[in-house]
Nanobody, 123 residues
Framework: QVQLVESGGGLVQVGGSLKLSCAAS????????KAWFRQAPGKEREFVATITSNGYSTYYANSVKGRFTISRDNAKDTVYLQMNSLKPEDTAVYYCAADRDYYGTGAYEYVYWGQGTQVTVSA
């Protein structure tokens, strides 16, 4: 079974940090573009960050630029999202996604998705 499994979510205070991980199983995603999206209650899923298969290029949503860092370790087939200076508006379920050909911000373009991990930032 092909899976992307997120971990690392939790409850953190404003200004704190969390590091999310997304590990692959069932197949290799080391040559796939990876991305992080998030969805808050009552809102649409929104793009957070993406990284090319070789890790050389990244792109961020304006709302997280300068605070979040996406990275990957292809030897471990894992993508990470380091989140610093967290704000209450960062509260959401965070999803990782992968696609063989697409590099961009459109959620509907990514074929493979994880189940999500909850991040809650308390004031």
């Amino acid at each position: 079974q092909v899976q992307l499994v997120e971990s690392g979510g939790g409850l953190v205070q404003v200004g704190g940090s969390l590091k999310l991980s997304c590990a692959a199983s069932g197949r290799t995603f080391s040559m796939y573009t990876k991305a992080w999206f998030r969805q808050a209650p009552g809102k649409e899923r929104e793009f957070v960050a993406t990284i090319t298969s070789n890790g050389y290029s990244t792109y961020y949503a304006n709302s997280v630029k300068g605070r979040f860092t996406i990275s990957r370790d292809n030897a471990k087939d894992t993508v990470y999202l380091q989140m610093n200076s967290l704000k209450p508006e960062d509260t959401a379920v965070y999803y990782c996604a992968a696609d063989r050909d697409y590099y961009g911000t459109g959620a509907y373009e990514y074929v493979y998705w994880g189940q999500g991990t909850q991040v809650t930032v308390s004031a």
